[in-house]
């Protein structure tokens, strides 16, 4: 795996041409922001994901990139409320894509939701054990937009917790649970999602972009909040932005807790739902699940950036865990 | 002197599972004279919204609790508890959604469950069993041949092998028997996880095994050994709401076949219940099929009952910790505030011979005292805004019948007060961190910033176009507003009942209104009880108001408080727009807008 950054007007030059791309349109601008640097015919299929069941909060961005793209592009519609629709739409639309491991695909994972972005990396790991996979991801800017940081949110409240459809995890009925959290924007969701488990092990992983905490870090806001409650809970950092590092340090958590259950709740980045995604991938005994938010500040939610993470996947292996 | 006091935190979260037999003991208060059902055999629904301790209550139940409180062998205990607590995504995983439609769906799901069950009981006797002596050990293993092996090979458990050596322990051959069921469970895991992305089924070639054909027949043979409870084994299901709708329905099949005499099932809900249907569409009935035990009920029914509980669980919870202090020591009120409303207390009842309302004085002393103390004051926004909501009374009736809500309040005072203090050495929550810990949180509870941006009406306007749901919880924050608001009024009027928590439906609502009712009583903003009607022809639900929102409307959330009678017409027209409705039931009163006959809310 190989992690770089790049300026947003240097995308197109380093994808380069031909292969497959995969992007999402959401009711984020940043749904277009990569999708939008490429020429129409620079991939040879693309395949458009977006959330049927509100598509009418996306403001129309789902057909400024079917314009976009043209005669080019298809579309794989998702629905938040059906992860098997969802599961059947992915599948359809990329595994035949996919299996031919010598053709690239790029995937736009900036904007799809953390369960269908986890969906699509286990079909590609089905297929193609992830080789010969480009992942983008652009970080925005500002989320929230406009709150001071004690009052940022991206989504409110903790509805139906699934298990993430490819991740169902070896769960032994005899074993204690150990929960791993990769702490999001909202303090108050991670205190919902640990009292819905109520596990015997609790890990809290907070997102740290530099060597000591900032205030900038997703996640550091409420932290105090958590631990109150749940004095018990380990604490560990992770990379956000890195998911060969965020990967390294969930596997760490992970191994800390032979014969336990595990289960591991992305809420953190797409870059480290991702670093997830593949812990998960590599060892069957860890669930992964998704907490559905009741209520998303759609209007707020994010101001697209200018820089770029490209994330090359080369077929993961189990040594580097 | 004070006693060194624990570092820890006293208030902070424990799982009950993950206590020891001594700290449950330490820590449980009896609440079975009012859930006596709950320890006796027999089928029990135990319903209560979530932190009302009802997992507490079943790991009392569990033998290792049981043997220590009676001083007593395993095989003396009336009955053997059972731990099953069902997690959010187990047994309920994502890939069972394949089998909907299907055959497969009951019968796998029941052999999921049964293994899941059969597991946790073979764990839990590992836990327990103790020394046996040579002959019991010789009958257990004796069980674990004929009994187990031999149903689970009849039941297409082909492969199972039996590796156990002569001189296997009592405990080894137990952790065996649990280790083959969490393998059976796991070969339907592995089977479901081909189906991930896979719509049509492929064939299952795995052991199939249910409740009448191994669960009961296994237990009666377990409770036939001579080191084992003879009486009834009691299946502890916590948190029966995260079972999906089919596993739910299969187990109100297994309470249906009144196998209660060896196994009895408690399940505990949180008022999310699935199904009280059974595989064969026949619905389970209290008291018929199982009893029904409302947690919510009795506390929000039984005065003083959950004020003495909460109470006794923090002195316990303190006294763990260390720390010397009641609870109302510990949570200091604010000493001038009380002695304001002590005071204004004093001259209601100097005046009550002329002025008095109630039949005493001391009535009107509880009724008045402090909603005239809160409409005195005038803060930068509203009547109330620097009411202080400290002390341990107040506490309790703000967490609203949920014991959770006070611990994880105080956990988080107590957290904020080490931080001010430096020191681990706390006596007492000052009422300054109390006050501010409880408005933040029902601020949050408010929605927080979705408050805010539910205010912005363009906003609110692209959400009820565009969401169903989001149409609801606009709606929803909209009536809370609005009751809130409302509420708050009927407090700082000079109407002879100021304290209203609580609105009945002289009407009967449309599906809409009872939709956005039970959406509240589904986030907790409300809880739903029965009164009689207007007309005295029968019942009618009463919504009540979650007291932990009482710091946000500016209510006083001490005692019991009234209730209003409103129509369905009048709520809808507050739901449009309750800044506008709130406006005029400020100019008019709220007994004018509320009572037969008399304004409307826009007129």
Redesign the interface.
């Known amino acids: 795996m190989l992690l770089r950054r790049v300026g947003i007007e240097n995308i197109a030059n380093l994808v380069g041409h031909g292969g497959h791309f995969v992007c999402s349109a959401s009711f984020e601008k940043r749904s277009l922001t990569i999708p939008l640097q490429f020429a129409a015919d620079v991939f040879d299929s693309v395949v458009i994901c977006e959330n049927i069941n509100?598509a009418?909060?996306h403001q129309g961005h789902g057909a400024t990139l079917r314009d976009h793209f043209g005669a080019n592009c298809r579309m794989a519609w998702l629905n938040t409320d059906n992860?098997?629709e969802t599961?059947?739409s992915?599948?359809g639309g990329i595994?035949d894509l996919a299996r031919d491991s010598s053709q690239r695909i790029v995937v736009d994972i900036s904007t799809f939701t953390h369960e269908s972005l986890l969906m699509l990396l286990?079909?590609l790991y089905?297929t193609r054990q992830c080789v010969n996979v480009t992942l983008l991801y652009s970080k925005a800017t500002e989320y929230s937009i406009g709150?001071r940081p004690e009052?940022k949110?991206l989504s409110?409240?903790v509805g139906e917790?699934?298990?993430?459809?490819?991740f169902?995890?070896?769960?032994?009925?005899?074993?204690?649970?150990h929960l791993i959290v990769l702490v999001g924007l909202e303090y108050?969701r991670t205190?919902d999602i640990v009292?819905?488990?109520?596990?015997?092990e609790i890990s809290l992983g907070y997102g740290r972009t530099g060597d000591l905490p900032s205030t900038d870090d997703i996640g550091h806001h409420g932290f105090?909040?958590v631990?109150?409650?749940?004095?018990?809970a380990r604490e560990f950092t992770f990379s956000p932005l890195d998911p060969i590092a965020a990967r390294r340090k969930i596997s760490d958590q992970v191994k800390r807790t032979d014969g336990y259950?595990v289960?591991v709740a992305p809420m953190n980045t797409k870059l480290s739902t991702i670093a997830a995604g593949l812990v998960a991938c590599e060892n069957d005994n860890v669930?992964l699940?998704y907490a559905k938010a009741?209520?998303y500040?759609?209007?707020n939610y994010s101001r697209p950036g200018e820089e770029v993470f490209v994330v090359e996947l080369e077929g993961e292996d189990r040594d580097n865990l | 002197m004070e006693k060194a006091t624990d570092s820890?935190?006293p208030f902070?979260?424990?799982?009950?599972?993950?206590l020891s037999a001594n700290e449950t003991l330490g820590l449980f208060v009896d609440v079975f004279t009012d859930f006596f059902k709950i320890r006796e055999p027999g089928h029990t629904i135990l319903n209560g919204a979530?932190?009302t301790g009802k997992?507490m209550m079943f790991r009392y139940l569990q033998p290792d609790c049981q043997r220590m409180l009676r001083h007593a062998a395993l095989s003396q205990l009336p009955y053997l508890g059972v731990l099953v607590?069902v997690?959010?995504?187990?047994?309920n995983?994502?890939?069972l959604?394949?089998l909907v439609d299907s055959y497969a769906n009951a019968l796998l799901n029941e052999h999921f469950l049964a293994?899941?069950v059969a597991?946790?009981l073979?764990?839990t006797l590992a836990q327990n069993i103790g020394h046996l002596s040579a002959m019991e050990r010789r009958e257990l293993l004796t069980f674990y041949r004929r009994g187990f092996l031999g149903r689970l090979r009849r039941a297409g458990a082909t492969n199972l092998r039996d590796g156990l050596p002569e001189r296997a322990s009592s405990v080894d051959i137990l952790k065996t028997m649990?280790?083959c069921?969490?393998e059976l469970?796991?070969d339907v895991?592995?089977y479901?996880?081909n189906l991930?992305?896979q719509?049509k089924l492929l064939p299952y070639t795995g052991a199939l095994c249910g409740y009448l054909d191994l669960l009961v027949p296994l237990v009666e043979d377990l409770r036939s050994l001579s080191f084992i409870p003879h009486g009834p084994v009691y299946l502890l299901v916590d948190d029966g709401d995260y079972l999906n709708e089919i596993q739910t329905r299969i187990l109100n099949s297994w309470i249906s076949t009144r196998t209660s005499a060896s196994i009895s099932i408690k399940v505990s809900t949180a008022l999310n219940y699935k199904s009280f249907y059974t595989l064969s569409r026949q619905r389970i009935d209290s008291p018929h099929d199982y009893s029904e035990v409302n947690m919510n009920d009795i506390y929000t029914s039984s005065k003083g009952k959950y004020l003495g509980r909460v109470e006794e669980i923090v002195r316990k919870r303190l006294e763990l910790s260390g720390i010397e202090r009641t609870p109302r020591d510990f949570f200091p009120p604010d000493e001038a505030q009380e002695d304001e409303i002590n005071r204004i207390g004093a001259e209601i009842k100097a005046a009550w011979k002329s002025e008095g309302r109630g039949h005493r004085p001391s009535d009107d002393v509880v009724r008045y005292a402090r909603p005239k103390y809160i409409a005195g004051l005038k803060g930068t926004r509203k009547a109330g805004s620097s009411y202080s909501y400290a002390g341990f009374e107040q506490l309790v009736h703000v967490s609203s019948g949920v014991v959770?809500f006070f611990l994880?309040a105080a956990?988080?005072m107590?957290?904020?007060e080490v931080?001010r203090s430096q020191t681990n050495h706390i006596i007492a929550i000052r009422p300054t961190i109390q006050d501010q810990v409880l408005r933040q949180q029902s601020e949050?509870l408010m929605?927080?910033?979705?408050d805010k941006?539910f205010s912005d009406q363009s906003?609110a306007g692209?959400f009820a176009a565009?969401?169903g749901s989001?149409d609801l919880?606009w709606k929803l924050h909209n009536l809370l507003k609005l009751l809130g608001g409302i509420f708050h009024q009927k407090l700082i009027s000079n109407d002879s009942e100021r304290r209203v928590f609580s609105v009945a439906l002289s009407d009967e609502p449309d599906s809409e209104l009872r939709s956005l009712f039970r959406l509240g009583v589904r986030?907790g903003y409300f809880q739903e009880t029965t009164i009689g009607n207007k007309d005295g022809t029968g019942r009618t639900p009463l919504y009540v108001l979650t007291r932990r929102l009482a710091p946000y409307f500016f209510l006083d959330p001490t005692g019991f408080a009234g209730y209003l009678f409103v129509t369905s017409d009048k709520l809808r027209e507050g739901l449009a727009n309750p800044d506008q409705a709130l406006r005029r039931i400020k100019k008019a009163g709220v007994g004018k807008v509320f009572d037969e006959g008399q304004l409307h809310l826009f007129e």
């Not at chain 2, 902070?12 to 993950?18: I, K, L, M, Q, S």
């Open positions: 509100h009418e909060l992860p098997l599961g059947d992915l599948f595994a286990r079909v089905i709150d009052n949110w409110k409240g917790i699934r298990s993430v459809l490819g169902p995890g070896r769960v032994y009925p005899s074993r204690a649970l108050q205190i009292g819905r488990y109520e596990p015997t105090w909040k631990h109150a409650i749940y004095e018990g259950n289960i669930q699940c009741l209520v500040n759609y209007h | 820890r935190n902070a979260v424990r799982t009950p599972e993950d979530r932190g997992s607590s997690k959010n995504t187990y047994p995983i994502t890939e959604q394949r293994m899941f597991c946790r073979f764990v649990a280790t069921c969490d469970y796991n895991v592995v479901l996880k991930s992305f719509a959770r994880d956990a988080l107590y957290s904020e931080a949050e929605f927080g910033e979705l941006m906003a692209s565009g969401h989001d919880k986030f």
